[in-house]
């Protein structure tokens, strides 16, 4: 892929600790224009939004994520450090209390279909 392209192209941030789903998501994505990185917790997800956060509009996090930070506590961190970065949670376990959600993160129950996830996303990033 050339430079310029990855410029173009919407950059998203998969965090997702099951590699089934993280790798289907992180292979599909390329094909709905995403410039994509997957993570497999929030610890890393945080290495590569250091790096990469100025070219990073939507992070994309399960809930339950292994390790110190949950989906939902990567998400406050994010709204506070990144506040530009836009925020889809997921959860295969029912909705979280909305008082515990980011504010302003939109929510999807598992299972869901791919190209819906990239409908939302190019939807959240769109300029209004």
């Known amino acids: 892929m050339a430079e310029r392209d990855t410029f173009d192209r919407?950059?998203?941030v998969v965090v997702e600790d099951e590699a089934l789903i993280r790798n289907e998501l992180v292979e599909a994505f390329p094909h709905y224009g995403f410039c994509v990185h997957?993570?497999?917790d929030a610890a890393e997800a945080l290495k590569i939004l250091q790096d990469e956060a100025?070219?990073?509009q939507i992070?994309?996090?399960d809930v339950h994520l292994p390790g110190a930070m949950n989906?939902?506590?990567l998400g406050q961190h994010?709204?506070?450090t990144w506040p530009w970065i836009s925020l889809l949670v997921t959860s295969g376990y029912g909705t979280p209390d909305p008082s515990h959600m980011p504010e302003g993160c939109r929510f999807v129950l598992k299972p869901y279909k791919i190209g819906r996830i990239?409908?939302?996303?190019k939807d959240m990033v769109r300029p209004r």
Do not use: D, H, M, N
Not at 118 to 121: D, H, R
């Open 78 to 80: 994010i709204r506070k």
């Open 54 to 56: 100025p070219r990073i």
């Open 71 to 73: 989906g939902l506590l």
């Open 10 to 12: 919407i950059g998203v």
């Open 38 to 40: 997957g993570a497999e």
């Open 118 to 121: 990239a409908e939302q996303i």
């Open 59 to 61: 992070v994309f996090t």
